[in-house]
């Protein structure tokens, strides 16, 4: 073989069976929808003060400054569509409108800077052209076309520049020597077992493994190795305590796509049965097409009644987004009864995302802190108080609403905050110490003790909480060691 | 096709033209912007897709201070700011830290703006909180902390830090 076709070979040869691209594709996108709805916490930051920086100049003249409300509708959208297109069956346009909406996102503003995001945007342009079994099998020339292929081998090629730019970055004496290493790991098992075995090997070990899996994630044979190693490797990042967001299960996703044929046909004979049945009953029921039109205006209503009762300020527009994309799905597909019950899953989906995630939670604490940054008290409470009725147990939450209560002279107010997050969390240090302050100023000398203590437990040396205990020890006529 | 075919399907045809210039252009663009860092990019401290992710550089602090008006007054960043771009600043972004300068000029016309820059480059090797990094500065050896701006010009007037 010539060093040409061996080339070519190398960009077209790489063939993945249908049912792993299946399982890749839930997986990928699963996570993503995921990590988009995450990113709906940070949209507040977006727009503050009108100011932006993107992550090109020429881009600020060409997209708006984004704001809050832009940026939780196209996380919003983003987080639909990923879900739309993991349950399968999505035309390619769904998947151009994502890369494009993802791209739009990252781009536009640097506060996006994670790498995984970047990683991301490069991965969605490449999927968008993926060999997709359910838009290829359509095209009777697509089948014997070898070139559908390059997309896949340039994933795995995406990720081996980055395996290989990873390692020219840690050639650094305070790398090799495990320094840069020991400050980003600060705490957990992982920290121990680091310790154990040397920071300097630890990191020069983490180098090596990058350079193996750059080369291991093309040869076919070794692929369970770089699986052991890929994902071994990402899990040790994800609990080292590393703030890297959902960057380790991408990559998990993504290793995926090097599972051996045989594992994934095992786990294509384990569902075989659930498949068959739903094929039986797509068989049997047939569904004419004013059903199907009747199917899809119930499932789509029923979506967009259950995303508007997401407690969001934007969700209006991101029903209209659920609604839309419904339409459009059912127009590319010609198929309105699947368009309208996927649409439904998605929305069932982000519905739990929003009851098993603290994305809504973190939106409105962000909101309330700009809020307390623009000397808005009025707003801020306003905020917080939707930060602790999202999530009850939230300490900073309620010490949070409970400081911007006490600056609008609500003392009172305050009070039962500090009293309503020490509920959830007894041993709270700020919590303590403010409901200390508040009995104190009240009179209430038993219970500003009690609270002034347990804040002592925490802080021994808080100033505020020793000169209470010490007023109302003296004053009750108590012993500071009881 | 069957599952063994999967291992010894071998590629026949040749590869288009069209795909080939799609390839290389991927290609390029997947070696241009973390190549880009090292060969172009004039601050360091600016790692966006370098894949530079656990990176010595990403753990050094900076001090930044927008000194406005002949007494040199210290601006609070945060006043104008979101603490997401004054944490950005406090890494060293330089475009960042540009763009908030133009932005102050145009809050406060009219009055010299001066931005001051220091950053660690040996994070950990003082043993004294972020907060006192300026004190720091002077105690150090030049060594351990880099001025990046030294804050003597007009930045209203150059525009360049």
Same mark, same amino acid.
């Given at each position: 073989?010539?060093?040409?076709?061996?080339?070519? /070979?190398?960009?077209?040869?790489?063939?993945? $069976?249908?049912?792993?691209?299946?399982?890749? !594709?839930?997986?990928?996108?699963?996570?993503?929808?995921?990590?988009?709805?995450?990113?709906?916490?940070?949209?507040? !930051?977006?727009?503050?003060?009108?100011?932006?920086?993107?992550?090109?100049?020429?881009?600020?003249?060409?997209?708006?400054?984004?704001?809050?409300?832009?940026? $939780?509708?196209?996380?919003?959208?983003?987080?639909?569509?990923?879900?739309?297109?993991?349950?399968?069956?999505?035309?390619?346009?769904?998947?151009?409108?994502?890369?494009?909406?993802?791209?739009?996102?990252?781009?536009?503003?640097?506060?996006?800077?994670?790498?995984?995001?970047?990683?991301?945007?490069?991965?969605?342009?490449?999927?968008?052209?993926?060999?997709?079994?359910?838009?290829? $099998?359509?095209?009777?020339?697509?089948?014997?076309?070898?070139?559908?292929?390059?997309?896949?081998?340039?994933?795995?090629?995406?990720?081996?520049?980055?395996?290989?730019?990873?390692?020219?970055?840690?050639?650094?004496?305070?790398?090799?020597?495990?320094?840069?290493?020991?400050?980003?790991?600060?705490?957990?098992?992982?920290?121990?077992? &680091?310790?154990?075995?040397?920071?300097?090997?630890?990191?020069?070990?983490?180098?090596? @493994?990058?350079?193996?899996?750059?080369?291991?994630?093309?040869?076919?044979?070794?692929?369970?190795?770089?699986?052991?190693?890929?994902?071994?490797?990402?899990?040790?990042?994800?609990?080292?305590?590393?703030?890297?967001?959902?960057?380790?299960?991408?990559?998990?996703?993504?290793?995926?796509?090097?599972?051996?044929? *045989?594992?994934?046909? @095992?786990?294509?004979?384990?569902? *075989?049965?659930?498949?068959?049945?739903?094929?039986?009953?797509?068989?049997?029921?047939?569904?004419?097409? $004013?059903?199907?039109?009747?199917?899809?205006?119930?499932?789509?209503?029923?979506?967009?009644?259950?995303?508007?009762?997401?407690?969001?300020?934007?969700?209006?527009?991101?029903?209209?987004?659920?609604?839309?994309?419904?339409?459009?799905?059912?127009?590319?597909?010609?198929?309105?009864?699947?368009?309208? &019950?996927?649409?439904?899953?998605?929305?069932?989906?982000?519905?739990?995302?929003?009851?098993?995630?603290?994305?809504?939670?973190?939106?409105?604490?962000?909101?309330?802190?700009?809020? !307390?940054?623009?000397?808005?008290?009025?707003?801020?409470?306003?905020?917080?108080?939707?930060?602790?009725?999202?999530?009850?147990?939230?300490?900073?939450?309620?010490?949070?609403?409970?400081? *911007?209560?006490?600056?609008?002279?609500?003392?009172?107010?305050?009070?039962?905050?500090?009293?309503?997050?020490?509920?959830?969390?007894?041993?709270?240090?700020?919590?303590?110490?403010?409901?200390?302050?508040?009995?104190?100023?009240?009179?209430?000398?038993?219970?500003?003790?009690?609270?002034?203590?347990?804040?002592? /437990?925490?802080?021994?040396?808080?100033?505020?909480?020793?000169?209470?205990?010490?007023?109302?020890?003296?004053?009750?006529?108590?012993?500071?060691?009881? | 096709?069957?599952?063994?075919?999967?291992?010894?399907? =071998?590629?026949?045809?040749?590869?288009?033209?069209?795909?080939?210039?799609?390839?290389?252009?991927?290609?390029?663009?997947? #070696?241009?912007?973390?190549?880009?860092?090292?060969?172009?990019?004039?601050?360091?401290?600016?790692?966006?897709?370098?894949?530079?992710?656990?990176?010595?550089?990403?753990?050094?602090?900076?001090?930044?201070?927008?000194?406005?008006?002949?007494?040199?007054?210290?601006?609070?960043?945060?006043?104008?700011?979101?603490?997401?771009?004054?944490?950005?600043?406090?890494?060293?972004?330089?475009?960042?830290?540009?763009?908030?300068?133009?932005?102050?000029?145009?809050?406060?016309?009219? =009055?010299?703006?001066?931005?001051?820059?220091?950053?660690?480059?040996?994070?950990?090797?003082?043993?004294?909180?972020?907060?006192?990094?300026?004190?720091?500065?002077?105690?150090?050896?030049?060594?351990?902390?880099?001025?990046?701006?030294?804050? #003597?010009?007009?930045?209203?007037?150059?525009?360049?830090?």
């Amino acid at each position: 073989m010539s060093a040409k076709n061996t080339y070519e /070979e190398f960009w077209l040869g790489l063939r993945v $069976s249908d049912e792993k691209l299946k399982l890749f !594709r839930f997986a990928f996108f699963f996570v993503f929808a995921l990590d988009a709805w995450l990113q709906i916490g940070n949209a507040p !930051r977006y727009g503050f003060g009108d100011f932006n920086v993107s992550h090109f100049p020429f881009l600020d003249g060409i997209l708006p400054t984004p704001s809050r409300v832009f940026m $939780s509708v196209v996380f919003g959208a983003q987080s639909l569509l990923g879900l739309r297109i993991a349950l399968g069956g999505a035309r390619r346009a769904t998947y151009v409108a994502l890369a494009l909406l993802f791209a739009v996102g990252y781009f536009i503003s640097q506060l996006n800077s994670y790498q995984h995001h970047y990683l991301l945007a490069l991965a969605l342009a490449l999927l968008a052209a993926f060999p997709w079994p359910d838009l290829c $099998s359509r095209d009777a020339e697509a089948e014997e076309n070898a070139e559908r292929f390059w997309p896949t081998r340039m994933l795995l090629v995406a990720l081996s520049v980055m395996y290989l730019f990873a390692v020219v970055a840690k050639l650094d004496s305070e790398w090799l020597d495990g320094s840069t290493m020991q400050r980003q790991i600060t705490d957990g098992w992982i920290r121990d077992l &680091i310790v154990d075995i040397g920071w300097g090997t630890a990191a020069k070990l983490t180098i090596v @493994a990058e350079l193996l899996l750059a080369g291991l994630i093309h040869v076919r044979k070794l692929w369970p190795l770089a699986i052991a190693i890929g994902v071994g490797m990402h899990m040790t990042f994800e609990f080292s305590g590393l703030r890297i967001g959902l960057f380790s299960y991408f990559m998990a996703t993504l290793y995926l796509l090097l599972l051996p044929e *045989s594992w994934v046909s @095992a786990v294509h004979k384990a569902l *075989s049965l659930p498949r068959s049945g739903i094929k039986k009953l797509r068989e049997r029921v047939r569904i004419s097409r $004013s059903v199907g039109i009747g199917i899809f205006a119930t499932t789509t209503t029923l979506g967009a009644l259950l995303t508007q009762s997401i407690f969001l300020d934007s969700i209006n527009m991101l029903t209209w987004c659920v609604i839309l994309f419904a339409v459009a799905d059912a127009a590319l597909t010609r198929n309105p009864a699947s368009a309208g &019950i996927k649409a439904l899953v998605a929305c069932i989906g982000l519905w739990a995302f929003v009851h098993t995630t603290d994305g809504l939670r973190t939106y409105y604490h962000f909101w309330g802190h700009n809020d !307390r940054r623009n000397n808005d008290t009025a707003s801020a409470i306003v905020h917080y108080e939707n930060v602790v009725g999202i999530d009850p147990t939230y300490a900073s939450g309620h010490s949070r609403l409970a400081a *911007s209560y006490l600056r609008a002279g609500r003392k009172q107010d305050a009070l039962r905050q500090y009293e309503a997050g020490l509920l959830h969390n007894p041993k709270n240090f700020k919590l303590n110490r403010g409901a200390a302050q508040l009995y104190n100023q009240f009179g209430q000398g038993p219970e500003a003790l009690a609270a002034a203590k347990r804040a002592l /437990e925490a802080r021994p040396r808080d100033q505020v909480s020793n000169q209470i205990r010490q007023h109302w020890e003296q004053s009750l006529g108590t012993n500071a060691q009881n | 096709m069957s599952e063994s075919l999967w291992y010894i399907a =071998q590629h026949t045809g040749t590869m288009t033209r069209r795909t080939g210039i799609a390839i290389h252009a991927v290609l390029l663009v997947l #070696l241009a912007a973390p190549a880009h860092y090292y060969v172009m990019n004039d601050d360091p401290r600016d790692e966006r897709f370098a894949w530079r992710m656990f990176s010595p550089i990403r753990s050094e602090k900076c001090g930044t201070q927008f000194l406005l008006g002949e007494k040199r007054t210290a601006l609070k960043a945060s006043e104008t700011f979101h603490s997401a771009w004054v944490g950005l600043a406090k890494r060293g972004r330089q475009q960042v830290i540009t763009a908030m300068g133009t932005r102050l000029c145009e809050k406060y016309p009219d =009055q010299a703006l001066r931005i001051r820059v220091q950053c660690e480059t040996h994070p950990g090797s003082t043993a004294k909180a972020q907060a006192a990094l300026y004190d720091r500065a002077r105690e150090a050896s030049d060594e351990d902390v880099e001025l990046v701006a030294r804050g #003597l010009f007009d930045f209203c007037e150059t525009g360049a830090l």
